[in-house]
């Protein structure tokens, strides 16, 4: 069992603490995650890339609530952001601004107007009309703004495609061949300075080799960075080191790390890396509640109170989630074959199928595993089913770091017009 969860005396724990009082005290579904397994997951980062001048800046994107922006923050953390909530939410929760950098393919005007007045470390350009508009917004609030240029390697990271993001074909970043010609352009303009370069090349990747040749690409870019004369002294490797789901037998962070010093070699660069998933990931489950057990001709179904509204990685990445009891079932009782689905109306509101599972029934529990990343954050209200509680366990106390929205907070954000009332 990873991480902060773990059996003791048959009853699934987060930590200290019993899933199944926790389940009777919040409620079913809730996110809950271990201090502890974020803490020590931050420790690897942060000792894998001690030695090395590295800032380690927390995808919020992979879990944005702010309790856990700031237990990395209270560590050293800083924060990649790639829109003005998840800038506001990095900042409230106490990452520094000069540790936080903001991403993304689409910032707005007004978005890169917030990230300049909050003075961020870095702003990373993915494009030429971002450039200019950047350029001239820093022009008229008389600052010049620190910028990275996002370089496209074209490296298949071999992950899912819908998170892979390094090929030439994907819409991120500056194709590195256009790199030299982008950097040239921002020299003619004061109000920018490119102090580094930037790439991320996909999530969830399981082996080291797509990073090897992309790392490799970008150092031999600053190279030639410096021979055009610019002052690059900054490099951001972006995030996309795995976790373990199934079966991955993903690198550690120490690994990770290797790669990244053997490609900067001599080049004296502060480092940027910006982890999601290996940073929360396995320290986070899905608490929910078998509703009902169905028997159909064909099929076994468990149907649970959660479905894919609060956790849509199976439903859009076809992604596994180990799905266990929390009681522990007997051995003696063997297992059964059932598909894992939620209440919502879609085929596609399943957690497993044909998944051999201890016998359950209604009113079990069960805890989705590794679901701390990319969970609460891509949950919505579908169905009009209330965004969902997360709890943040330390040993055996718990916070509700979010409690669960209510019904009349959810639907009270409509609006009549005035001929419908
Ligand atoms: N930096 C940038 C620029 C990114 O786009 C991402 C993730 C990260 C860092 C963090 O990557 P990580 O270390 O978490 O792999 N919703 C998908 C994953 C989408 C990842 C998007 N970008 C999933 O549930 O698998």
Not at 70 to 85: C, K, N
Not at 212 to 223: E, I, N, S, T, Y
Not at 358 to 373: C, E, H, K, Q, R
Request: glycine fraction near 8%; proline fraction near 4%; hydrophobic fraction near 45%.
């Amino acid at each position: 069992m990873n991480g902060g969860f773990s059996y003791q005396d048959g009853v699934l724990h987060a930590e200290n603490l019993s899933l199944s009082v926790l389940a009777d005290a919040v409620g079913t579904p809730a996110y809950v995650y271990s201090s502890v397994r974020l803490e020590a997951n931050y420790r690897r980062f942060s000792d894998a890339f001690s030695g090395l001048d590295a800032r380690i800046c927390f995808a919020v994107k992979a879990n944005s609530n702010q309790a856990v922006i700031r237990t990395f923050a209270e560590l050293g953390a800083g924060a990649d952001v790639v829109s003005l909530g998840e800038m506001k939410r990095a900042l409230a929760a106490g990452a520094p601004a000069d540790k936080i950098v903001y991403s993304g393919v689409g910032k707005t005007r007004g978005e890169l107007r917030a990230a300049l007045e909050a003075g961020l470390w870095q702003i990373n350009l993915e494009s030429l009309p971002e450039m200019v508009a950047l350029s001239e917004i820093a022009a008229e609030m008389n600052v010049v703004a620190s910028v990275a240029v996002r370089v496209n390697p074209d490296v298949d990271a071999g992950s899912h495609h819908k998170i892979s993001t390094g090929r030439k074909e994907n819409k991120f970043g500056i194709d590195i061949d256009h790199a030299r010609q982008t950097y040239a352009d921002i020299a003619q303009r004061s109000s920018l300075k490119a102090v580094g370069v930037a790439v991320h090349i996909g999530s969830q990747l399981t082996g080291l080799e797509p990073f090897r040749p992309a790392f490799q690409r970008v150092a031999d870019l600053v190279r030639a960075l410096r021979d055009d004369g610019h002052d690059i002294r900054r490099i951001d490797f972006g995030g996309g080191l795995g976790v373990v789901y199934h079966n991955e037998n993903p690198p550690s962070p120490a690994e990770y790390a290797e790669v990244i010093r053997h490609a900067v070699g001599d080049l004296g660069c502060v480092i940027t890396v910006e982890p999601g998933r290996a940073l929360v990931g396995d320290a986070g489950i899905l608490l929910s509640r078998v509703v009902y057990r169905k028997s159909g001709l064909h099929r076994r179904f468990l149907i649970l109170d959660a479905a894919m509204n609060d956790l849509i990685r199976p439903a859009l990445y076809d992604a596994w989630h180990t799905i266990t009891p929390v009681v522990e079932a007997s051995h003696a009782e063997g297992k059964v074959v059932v598909d894992v689905v939620g209440p919502v109306c879609e085929t596609g509101d399943t957690f497993a199928t044909q998944r051999a599972l201890p016998p359950l029934s209604a009113g079990d529990l069960v805890a989705i595993m590794t679901a701390g990343a990319y969970g609460a954050a891509m949950a919505s209200s579908y169905n009009s089913r209330p965004l969902l509680a997360e709890v943040l366990v330390r040993n055996r106390e718990f916070a509700v770091i979010r409690p669960r929205q209510t019904i009349e907070d959810l639907i009270g954000l409509d609006r009549l017009p005035s001929w419908l009332s």
